[in-house]
């Protein structure tokens, strides 16, 4: 099993405190609030800075999972932060003793598992916290569009607003291993006022939407839909993302 908790993107404290401000539009909030709608109790696994977990705790039982306490810590801290039962435990082998109506990964957790063991790891944790009735959901970008070419630090460089320390000049690097499909990409934030600067490199893996069918089809969950986007478009070649959802089989 590959070793992620160490990615100090989501490790570090100075770090994790980007994260919301880099991650603004929340389409799969949406989609996921809705549906939830149904279910009495929600597992986020990779729940990061718990956004959605905060909101989804409103009239459910919801326990976020991520292996970076200090995107927890941000978590922990917001409003509606003590409504959420946080654990800090990685979603590969993390087991609760609990199961769940919807258990999700969003903002492509999914593709931070490396390798194909890793990703049957990921899918049995799934499995083992459904309920007879309950759903998943995740999402995965699709490696057809090749989104990574093109961009380096400086076409990718825009202004973030901090609340605390003002104007963020913000950047990301990718470079793409054709032989593995993973992505390691740098990213990096400088405070304009003081000239202070945070960097940190991390790696997702691509993986096509056969790949991905194979792998859970090889697992204990059965797919009911495929969606191409957290609009709710049907999954087509060429879509944006590559969502699956679906049940215990
Ligand atoms: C891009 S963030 C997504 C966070 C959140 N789900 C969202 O939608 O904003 C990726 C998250 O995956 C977490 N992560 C990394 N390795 C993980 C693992 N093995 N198990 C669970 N989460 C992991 C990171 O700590 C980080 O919080």
């Known amino acids: 099993m590959t070793d992620l908790t160490e990615d100090p993107l989501y490790r570090d404290p100075d770090l994790a405190q ?22 009495a109790s929600v ?3 990779g729940c990061g800075t718990g956004e959605l977990a905060v909101a ?12 970076a306490a200090a995107m927890l810590e941000v978590g922990r801290n917001r409003p509606g932060g003590d409504k959420v039962t946080w654990v800090q435990a990685d979603a590969r082998t993390v087991r609760l003793d609990e199961r ?6 969003t903002g492509h957790v999914f593709q931070v598992f490396l390798t194909q063991e890793d990703q049957k790891a990921a899918l049995a944790t799934i499995a083992t916290h459904l309920n007879p009735n309950g759903r998943f959901i995740f999402d ?21 607003e901090h609340p605390q320390l003002g104007t963020i000049e913000a950047w990301n690097e990718p470079t793409y291993d054709e032989a593995t499909n993973i992505l390691t990409y740098e990213n990096g934030y400088r405070v304009l006022a003081t000239g202070q ?3 940190a490199s991390a790696q997702i893996r691509y993986t096509s939407q056969e790949e991905l069918a194979a792998s859970i089809a090889a697992s204990e969950l059965v797919v009911e839909t495929w969606l191409g986007s957290w609009e709710g478009d049907p999954f087509y070649p ?4 590559i969502i699956p959802i679906g049940r215990l089989a």
């Open 18 to 39: 980007f994260y919301d401000l880099t991650n603004q539009w929340w389409v799969d909030f949406d989609y996921c609030t809705s549906l939830a709608s149904n279910a």
């Open 43 to 45: 597992l986020d696994l």
């Open 56 to 67: 989804l705790a409103q009239g459910r039982r919801v326990i976020g999972v991520d292996p």
């Open 100 to 105: 769940f109506d919807l258990v999700l990964l």
């Open 140 to 160: 995965s970008r699709n490696p057809r569009l090749r989104t990574w070419e093109g961009r380096n630090r400086h076409n990718s460089l825009h202004q973030l």
């Open 197 to 199: 600067a945070f960097s």
């Open 238 to 241: 060429e879509a944006k993302e």
